[in-house]
């Protein structure tokens, strides 16, 4: 599924302009450390943090996009640093559990 | 050389804290990672240094191995990884951020003395196997990782990035 498909199917909102690409992974984490040794290449990464490191990490795993829930907004800076990298970085107001049996109802897995 | 086109995975994975302290004598600062789950704060003097504990984050370490050869490249020297966002021309890394396009972003590998007195910083090898590493399977994505050694940063201690460790855990809600 493409991430603008996957936009309007859940109910994100866009925080930036990001490439359109293929999303194969979902991965759940509020750890850099954990992102960095566990998430694949085009995953989904959901999480609560709003902070730059995030983004530092989920360039080196080349993930896909970021949904940031609790529709917590992240500071302008690291919206910035995002699009700098391509990288789709959403908001939902879903929780991350609700949002994940969200994912695994349009058939991410 | 080797002939090998190396297929890089983590290996030797090390949880814990990158500690920093800072010298009150000089203002050097020097870091390092601590596997205990409670992160050590002593002073304690050594050579012309008087270090006093300034933070600590939670943070990870790490190896590379590659699976065709089995070579194993230690990043021990590596206490962390920072995202550079120095635009200084007068800065060897600043000029490189400068000279990216889009979607290349570089990345400082931080050794533990930030004064690099002692001529020493994280081994060239490092270096290399962390660039094969991160960018292994991004190429068609028109994305580029550089990793560069600290020791190319004109003062790493005033150098603008984001270091790659765990914070904002307080401030979840």
Redesign the interface.
Same mark, same amino acid.
């Given at each position: 599924m493409k991430i603008s498909e996957l936009e309007g199917k859940a109910g994100l909102r866009a925080l930036n302009e990001y490439k359109d690409r293929e999303v194969e992974s979902v991965y759940i984490s509020d750890m850099v450390s954990d992102i960095i040794t566990s998430a694949k290449r085009n995953s989904i990464l959901i999480t609560l943090q709003t902070h730059k490191s995030l983004i530092a990490a989920a360039n080196l795993v080349a993930a896909a996009m970021i949904v940031i829930v609790k529709g917590r907004i992240p500071s302008d800076d690291v919206v910035e640093l995002a699009t700098r990298t391509g990288i789709g970085l959403f908001t939902s107001d879903l929780d991350t559990w609700t949002f994940a049996k969200k994912l695994v109802q349009l058939g991410l897995e | 050389m080797s002939a090998c086109r190396h297929d890089w995975f983590?290996c030797n /994975?090390r949880?814990g804290f990158l500690v920093v302290e800072g010298c009150w004598e000089c203002g050097a600062r020097s870091s390092f990672f601590s596997p205990e789950p409670v992160p050590p704060i002593d002073e304690y003097h050594e050579g012309r240094h008087f270090w006093s504990y300034m933070g600590s984050f939670?943070?990870?370490k790490?190896d590379l191995e590659c699976r065709a050869c089995g070579t194993r490249v230690s990043l021990d020297d590596v206490n962390g /990884?920072m /995202?550079s966002e120095c635009k200084d021309p007068d800065c060897q890394v600043g000029a490189l951020n400068n000279q990216q396009g889009?979607?290349s /972003?570089v990345?400082v590998a931080l050794c533990a003395d930030s004064t690099h007195t002692m001529g020493e910083c994280v081994s060239s090898g490092g270096v290399e196997a962390l660039n094969q590493y991160?960018n292994r399977?991004?190429e068609d994505?028109?994305?580029r990782?550089i990793v560069v050694p600290c020791k190319m940063c004109n003062s790493v201690d005033k150098c603008r990035g984001? &270091?790659? &460790?765990?914070?904002?855990?307080t401030d979840?809600?």
């Open positions: - | 983590m /994975l949880h939670q943070t990870l790490f /990884l /995202l889009p979607g /972003l990345y991160f399977n991004i994505l028109g994305r990782v984001t &270091v790659i &460790v765990d914070v904002g855990l979840i809600e």
